[in-house]
Nanobody, 126 residues
Framework: QVQLVESGGGLVQAGGSLRLSCAAS????????MGWFRQAPGKEREFVAG????????YYADSVKGRFTISRDNAKNTVYLQMNSLKPEDTAVYYC???????????????????WGQGTQVTVSS
């Protein structure tokens, strides 16, 4: 069972930046697509960004496109989310997740990701 541990969250002013990290246990990290999701108070969890197993393809929710960048370092078993030009509406708990084995295509669906971290809080003040 993989363990995913997020870090890097915190409080930042609007317009600022944060970089989230997600460290994964195990030897098979490089064979799985990864994703970042977020959940704001009173709202459903939503897709933020995804990246292919090789790092060669990244995709984003429209709400963060152009501001956030997902990347990965397979040698370090770590996936990152660089968040720039942060807005108060980006305030949420951010979760990294590993795509379940056997899936096809680049998914944005929560149900296609089988392993989740505990989350890290990001708060953007206005």
């Amino acid at each position: 069972q993989v363990q995913l541990v997020e870090s890097g969250g915190g409080l930042v002013q609007a317009g600022g930046s944060l970089r989230l990290s997600c460290a994964a246990s195990g030897r098979t990290f490089s064979t799985y697509d990864m994703g970042w999701f977020r959940q704001a108070p009173g709202k459903e969890r939503e897709f933020v960004a995804g990246i292919s197993w090789s790092g060669g393809y990244a995709y984003y929710a429209d709400s963060v496109k152009g501001r956030f960048t997902i990347s990965r370092d397979n040698a370090k078993n770590t996936v990152y989310l660089q968040m720039n030009s942060l807005k108060p509406e980006d305030t949420a708990v951010y979760y990294c997740a590993r795509r379940s084995a056997g899936g096809l295509g680049y998914s944005r669906l929560i149900s296609d990701f089988g392993s989740w971290g505990q989350g890290t809080q990001v708060t953007v003040s206005s």
